[in-house]
């Protein structure tokens, strides 16, 4: 079979090696969908920390069953799945506490960037789904962006009528923006990409703003809130420090705000004091997603919630997987995919 394994940043290789043989509880699945994401191209340009190169790539996947451990229950050869990249352990202090985004053995399995791929046990058990031909493997692919998105929406306070301010039309964006409008939020979203945000257009937001030139990015988008107050609940997706610190002060008093994008290791975020406490802001950070929201995420999916088609561009074999990475790096597309064929 063949693979991608990253060597060191922006060193990228496919290699061929055999196809993997499950153990007891493990599965192997051969790959239909790999899509492009976010996390991937920071890993290609910058590495991360929890990853000592040369690693198998990508986590972002959908496929047919090709082989069975034994003692696997409730699957078989065959089998269409969708399958998230990550289970908790159960077992730990944060487990424990309900904090399960937390737990201090994530198990995390990475090479989706495969023709075929060994899925662990505990993820067998906890996050992997059969998924009927009503669901293709492309939007099957998405579960995994998609729970965190779900995941993080779960923790802002959003009730019908509030307003609120999403810092960043990616994927992850763009899926926050889709669930706020379904919570009858009146959601403003901001970007520098006018794709992306002709894209959050169609997910139902009521604005959609370009900063592309905005001198003070913080005043233009609090004056379209009543009275110019700011927004009830403010999320940041753009994985920026800069975005961060603009973001709280988007908020109204007693606003709460989401810091949800993954920032440069090393960063340091520069709140005030003063507004923190004198407004009365609830800042909140939210990591990675839970079994529950990654099994709520794929029945979002099956109801059409968000489409495939709006959310894979391009596909590309997987000798292109660089130029993949590079066109999702551009923002000239929202993700792209790579295909397998047989």
């Known amino acids: 079979m063949k693979r991608a394994v990253l060597y060191k940043e922006e060193e990228l290789r496919i290699e061929e090696c055999p196809i993997p043989v499950p153990g007891p509880g493990e599965v192997v699945v051969k790959n239909k969908i790999s899509t492009t994401c976010g996390t991937d191209v920071k890993i290609y340009k910058r590495g ?18 090709y082989a069975i451990g034994q003692n696997v229950k409730g699957f078989r050869e065959g089998d269409r799945v969708a399958v998230h990249n990550t289970a908790s352990c159960n077992e730990c ?10 737990c201090e053995d994530m198990l995390f399995n990475r090479g989706a960037y495969a023709e075929y791929v060994k899925v662990p046990e505990r993820i067998v058990r906890q996050n992997m789904f059969i998924i009927d031909d009503a669901v293709s493997h492309k939007r099957a692919s998405l579960m995994e962006p998609f729970s965190c998105a779900v995941y993080g929406i779960d923790n802002c306070p959003i009730h019908p009528g509030d307003t609120v301010i999403i810092n960043g039309a990616g994927p992850i964006g763009l899926m926050f923006s889709r669930l706020a409008v379904l919570k009858g939020a009146k959601v403003i979203v901001t970007d520098l990409k006018e794709n992306r945000l002709a894209l959050a257009k169609k997910l139902g937001v009521w604005k959609a703003v370009n900063l592309t030139g905005t001198e003070d990015a913080v005043r233009s988008v609090k004056e ?68 529950r929201h990654v099994m709520a995420a794929l029945e979002l999916l099956k109801m059409g919630v968000i489409s495939e088609e709006d959310f894979i561009q391009n596909e590309y074999p997987l000798e292109d997987l660089e130029k993949a990475i590079l066109s999702h790096a551009s923002g000239e597309v929202i993700k792209n995919c790579i295909v397998y064929g047989g």
């Not at 991360?48 to 069953?65: C, K, M, N, Q, R």
């Not at 202090?93 to 937390?102: A, E, F, P, R, V």
């Not at 420090?241 to 994008?261: D, N, P, Q, Y």
């Open 48 to 65: 991360y920390p929890l990853l000592t190169p040369p690693h198998p790539f990508g986590h972002e996947y959908s496929g047919v069953i």
């Open 93 to 102: 202090y944060y487990c424990k506490k309900g904090l399960t985004s937390m």
């Open 224 to 291: 379209l809130t009543d009275e110019g107050r700011g927004a009830d609940v403010v999320i940041e997706a753009a994985g920026l420090i800069g975005t961060w610190e603009t973001s709280i002060r988007m908020a109204r008093k007693g606003g709460f705000v989401l810091l949800f994008g993954g920032t440069k290791g090393g960063s340091v975020l520069h709140v005030d004091a003063e507004l923190v406490h004198y407004s009365q802001l609830t800042i909140k950070g939210v990591f990675h997603t839970t079994a």
